[in-house]
């Protein structure tokens, strides 16, 4: 069984920036594609960032590109999601997950609990 633990979020002003981090056990971490995704209130969760095994391939949802950076520690069985220029509809919590597939396709099986992140303007 997977286990996946985020940290990192808090409260910042817009324009801030904010380090998210998703620490897993429990299997092979070098062997998923992760990614981390966001749900605001009253909305869909939505897919943020998406990085590949090797981290060589990543993907991110066009409001965040430029302004976010997915990466991970295979040696720490990390992933991490670095957040600049913050805008307040940036705020969400925010889930880590691990895929059993694809870092484009999924699935996406293994959840962490979220962390909220709350920008204020």
């Known amino acids: 069984q997977v286990q996946l633990v985020e940290s990192g979020g808090g409260l910042v002003q817009a324009g801030g920036s904010l380090r998210l981090s998703c620490a897993t056990s429990g299997r092979t971490f070098g062997s998923n594609a992760m990614g981390w995704f966001r749900q605001a209130p009253g909305k869909e969760r939505e897919i943020v960032a998406t990085?590949?095994?090797?981290?060589?391939?990543?993907h991110y949802a066009d409001s965040v590109k430029g302004r976010f950076t997915i990466s991970r520690d295979n040696a720490k069985n990390t992933v991490y999601l670095q957040m600049n220029s913050l805008k307040p509809e940036d705020t969400a919590v925010y889930y880590c997950?691990?895929?059993?597939?694809?870092?484009?396709?999924?699935?996406?099986?293994?959840w962490g609990q979220g962390t909220q992140v709350t920008v204020s303007s």
């Open positions: 990085i590949s095994w090797s981290g060589g391939s990543t």
């Open positions: 997950a691990a895929a059993s597939g694809s870092y484009l396709s999924g699935p996406y099986n293994y």
